[in-house]
T-cell receptor, first 115, second 110 residues
């Protein structure tokens, strides 16, 4: 079956612009996660959805970052007034339930470059 | 923030040799997972070990967990060039989210 998909695969934007990154999880997976990965580092947790609600958004770095999952499947990560420091690979993952009991399935990521 | 650290940061070996990577973490956990990442993009789950388990095998992979030392090791036996990748451990920190370590970059030369 289809895995986790993310669009776009690459996004180049200018400082101050708004961007949206999309994640399509595996069908039937109730848990969805967003991570950010900088070069040479491990993925850093941003936010976790259980169904439609954000169960844990403690990893969002500031109020410029926001994510939604209105129907409990597709999720969009929104970044306002982008800064050069936002440049990274944004990874999405889904799992059947909670990460603590299940493996996560990752998408290929969106590479965001802020000029 | 990163929960754990992998050791070594980088490892180069010849095909056929074994590769051992270590992971240390900071808080109590329900389970610990190992992931592989090729070319800086999507991660692939390798193995999950629960806090009440001490050792687990999957094919050429062997994972150990020592909760008293808050450490885990991943052993890849009879390595292949295709095993070249970055390897990350991830813990749940007794929460619903995964916290990843900094990774070990493994290079296997043919």
């Amino acid at each position: 079956g289809a895995g986790v998909s993310q669009t776009p695969s690459n996004k180049v934007t200018e400082k101050g612009k708004y961007v949206e990154l999309r994640c399509d999880p595996i069908s039937g997976h109730t848990a969805l996660y967003w991570y950010r990965q900088s070069l040479g580092q491990g993925p850093e947790f941003l936010i976790y959805f259980q169904g439609t609600g954000a169960a844990d958004d403690s990893g969002l770095p500031n109020d410029r970052f926001f994510a939604v999952r209105p129907e409990g499947s597709v999720s969009t990560l929104k970044i306002q007034r982008t800064e050069r420091g936002d440049s990274a690979v944004y990874l999405c993952a889904s799992s059947l339930e909670r990460a603590s009991v299940n493996e996560q399935f990752f998408g290929p990521g969106t590479r965001l470059t802020v000029l | 923030s990163q929960q754990g650290e992998e050791d070594p940061q980088a490892l180069s070996i010849q095909e056929g040799e074994n590769a051992t990577m270590n992971c240390s973490y900071k808080t109590s956990i329900n389970n610990l997972q190992w992931y592989r990442q090729n070319s800086g993009r999507g991660l692939v789950h390798l193995i999950l070990i629960r806090s009440n388990e001490r050792e687990k095998h999957s094919g050429r992979l062997r994972v150990t967990l020592d909760t008293s030392k808050k450490s885990s090791s991943l052993l890849i036996t009879a390595s292949r060039a295709a095993d070249t990748a970055s390897y990350f451990c991830a813990t749940d920190g007794d929460t619903d989210k995964l916290i990843f370590g900094t990774g070990t970059r493994l290079q296997v030369f043919p």
